[in-house]
């Protein structure tokens, strides 16, 4: 069993990796799910996160985080995700609500407190776990792995960079420097796993509210891609995290050197990789850039169909 925090910005495909991450199938301990201001302000992804939480009946904290990056100020996607950054289904007001206090000290205080190593699990910008990191630095002697949603070698909110970088490029660097071992997600691989109508079709077969739920955002995010980017659906990007954690065979990676570009004028938050080692530096992140899709969305199917209660 592996101790995960689940750092977001829910959005359609962070909802869906929370639901990956909470399933029978999953033998993920949640410590918690801290927000971060990302796809849309970090108030109303609290909101998401805490709607999912009573959607799955899921008894973890939710800690609300940074407002915004460290240097530069927000960026959000309202025309990926919606004005409500979870646009699409509907669900009724959470009737919980966040934990007081800040997504930071959650972070460092798990941490700190754990017996076992804990893998953090970003999907969104990387601010509070930069922050984390920068206000309590011995949390690394207790983390085992980041394993996050972010980067590519092309981007998609710039040519060069992909939105979670972007929007925080100076974190990222935090983070890709700390010396932590990084699993990285990028759009080379989360590209690979677009839910297209067969698979929304397969979704669709699966008779319980969370298929439902999960139907739902993949016909909106499927939308907001196709108008937005001309895909035949939507990348579930940040799925490809909690996928990785529950089979980590499903996924082809490459151990190689990252580093984040923060001064570029054309690649502002790209995430240089390193691919034929021509810098000769170490390779310091996992690089996910294959995935098994049948297994994959064999697995996903699975997952949902164990919300069915057997
Ligand atoms: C990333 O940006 C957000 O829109 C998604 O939730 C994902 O984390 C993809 O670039
Ligand atoms: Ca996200």
Same mark, same amino acid.
């Given at each position: 069993m592996r101790n995960v925090i689940l750092d977001c910005d829910p959005g359609h495909d962070d909802a869906i990796s929370i639901i990956i991450a909470a399933s029978d199938v999953s033998d993920l301990k949640i410590l918690g799910i801290t927000t971060v201001a990302g796809n849309v302000e970090v108030e109303k992804n609290t909101v998401n996160a805490l709607k999912i939480s009573e959607l799955l009946d899921l008894d973890v904290p939710v800690v609300q985080g940074a #407002? #915004? %990056?460290?240097v530069k100020k927000s960026e959000i996607a309202p025309e990926i995700h919606g004005e409500t950054g979870m646009d699409g289904p509907v669900l009724k007001d959470p009737e919980i609500s966040a934990l007081d206090g800040h997504a930071v000290d959650f972070i460092i205080d798990q941490v700190m407190q754990s017996d076992e190593a804990v893998t953090l699990v970003p999907t969104g910008p990387l601010t509070n776990i930069a922050m984390a990191l920068i206000k309590e630095p011995r949390i690394i002697e207790n983390i085992d792995e980041i394993v996050l949603m972010g980067g590519g070698? +092309? =981007?998609?909110?710039?040519p060069a960079a992909e939105f979670n970088i972007f929007v925080d490029a100076e974190a990222a660097k935090v983070v890709y420097e700390s010396g932590v071992p990084v699993t990285m997600f990028g759009l080379d691989v989360t590209h690979q796993v677009i839910a297209t109508q067969d698979i929304i079709q397969r979704v669709g077969n699966i008779d319980n509210k969370i298929a439902e739920f999960v139907k739902e955002l993949l016909i909106f995010f499927g939308e907001t891609y196709k108008n937005h +980017? &001309? +895909?035949? =659906? =939507? %990348?579930?990007? *940040?799925?490809c995290t909690t996928m990785y954690l529950l089979k980590p065979e499903l996924f082809k990676t490459e151990y190689l050197n990252v580093t984040i570009e923060t001064? &570029?004028?054309?690649?502002? =938050?790209?995430? @240089? @990789? *390193?691919t034929l080692s021509v810098t000769g530096r170490e390779p310091n992140t996992n690089v996910a850039l294959g995935v098994d899709q049948e297994a994959f969305w064999s697995l996903f199917e699975e997952i949902l169909k164990s919300y069915s209660g057997g």
């Open positions: #407002r #915004r %990056p460290l070698t +092309f =981007g998609n909110w710039t +980017f &001309g +895909f035949n =659906g =939507g %990348p579930i990007h *940040d799925a001064k &570029g004028e054309y690649s502002y =938050g790209m995430t @240089v @990789v *390193d």
